[in-house]
């Protein structure tokens, strides 16, 4: 069975650019999270949805950061503008549904660093 | 105060020993609990879940104390490979988020 993929692998941008990373889901997964992981840390929450819907963004800094799950299946999460403070590991997750009975498969991560 | 606190390590322990980790949780209405593992540069991978009567599996065993609101994690005869990042988690209670630990790393050396 496939995992959850992720692109790009690693991004390096300049601050005040913008840029997208790409999540695509295990198949039949219907819960899909975005994590922030800064070096040394655990993975924050950013957004959780459920199909298509967003079930939780209360941590996303919604001032520039979006994410939007088309369709119920692939996801996309932007940061616009970004800042240093916004390096880190951009990890995907998904899981059966949203309780937490079922466990939450993570992809290999988008590293990004902000110069 | 963080919601899930963890020793960042790191525990370095020789081949066959027995370490424990322990993990505070701030939440008291917490009622789920895990323990992921994170290889260097890798994604995290559950690794169990905790359950209030305690569970092993294998050389792993997790227990939780809610009266004192930890969660320890006790890994027995330790291998090489047992090297790597261990988090905490622990629910919202809303039954929506999960919040992770900073995550105790472990190096087992020959």
């Known amino acids: 069975e496939a995992g959850v993929a992720q692109s790009p692998r690693y991004k390096i941008i300049e601050k005040r650019q913008s840029v997208a990373f790409w999540c695509n889901p295990i198949?039949?997964?219907?819960?899909l999270y975005w994590y922030q992981q800064i070096l040394g840390q655990g993975p924050k929450l950013l957004i959780q949805f459920q199909n298509n819907g967003v079930v939780d963004d209360s941590q996303l800094p919604k001032d520039r950061f979006s994410a939007e799950r088309l369709k119920g299946v692939d996801s996309t999460l932007k940061i616009q503008p970004a800042k240093l403070e916004d390096s880190a590991v951009y990890l995907c997750?998904?899981?059966?549904?949203?309780?937490?009975?079922?466990?939450?498969?993570f992809g290999p991560g988008t590293r990004l660093t902000v110069t | 105060r963080k919601e899930v606190e963890q020793d960042p390590g790191p525990f370095n322990v020789p081949e066959g020993a027995t370490v424990a980790f322990n993990c505070t949780y701030s939440?008291?209405?917490?009622?789920?609990f895990f323990w992921y593992r994170q290889d260097c540069r890798k994604e995290p991978k559950l690794l169990m879940s905790v359950y209030s009567s305690g569970n092993e599996d294998g050389r792993f065993t997790a227990q939780l104390n809610r009266a004192s609101q930890y969660i320890s994690l006790l890994i027995r005869d330790s291998k090489l490979s047992d090297s790597a990042t261990y988090l905490c988690?622990?629910?919202?209670?809303?039954?929506?988020?999960?919040?992770f630990g900073g995550g105790t790393r472990l190096m087992v050396k020959p």
């Open positions: 939440n008291s209405a917490s009622q789920s």
């Open positions: 988690v622990a629910d919202n209670n809303a039954g929506n988020m999960l919040t």
């Open positions: 198949s039949g997964h219907a819960t």
């Open positions: 997750a998904s899981s059966l549904a949203g309780s937490f009975s079922y466990e939450q498969y």
